[in-house]
């Protein structure tokens, strides 16, 4: 029998050195975009900076460190609020999987990827890793939904601290 809470606690060990809250807002289990929206007037806003059909070549490779070969929809984005400071993520997914639901990627504009796409009753979080890097926090994620992936990198500043933010809350699939 696999214990993969132990995998977890050691991909989380990077993060040692961060405050408490810090740490949980970084391996938040949550929808991210539901989280930034919690509180009133949050002014949520995605800021596209870069969308376009792409190789997956070494600039993208910085940023998602998986094996992937072939074209695929490169999307840069600034999510921002009124209470946190801004956190960048960039998605790339194959163009060979985008059929259904996924279509929408090349069309999301300044809309957010987790609202219209990463429900959970499709596609599914497999794999995290996170990376500390000067003041900056990398969550690395692949999403998957029967053979297609989707690969997220989320940075955040060393800094954010949601509010209303437990272990249980952090672990957990509900937002309060």
Known sequence: MSNHYLAKWKNEKKLSGLSVKTKLSIIDQNSLTNRLMSKKNHGFSVNV????????????????????KGFGVYRKVILSTNYYPGIQAYTFMLIKHISGKERFLKILGERSLGTYILNTKRFKKKDTMYRKVHNMIHRISKYSYHNKNIYLNEIFPDTIEFEKISYLNARGKFVK
């Open 49 to 68: 900076l870069q969308q376009e059909c792409k190789f997956f070549n070494k600039s993208i490779r910085n940023n998602l460190p998986y094996n992937i």
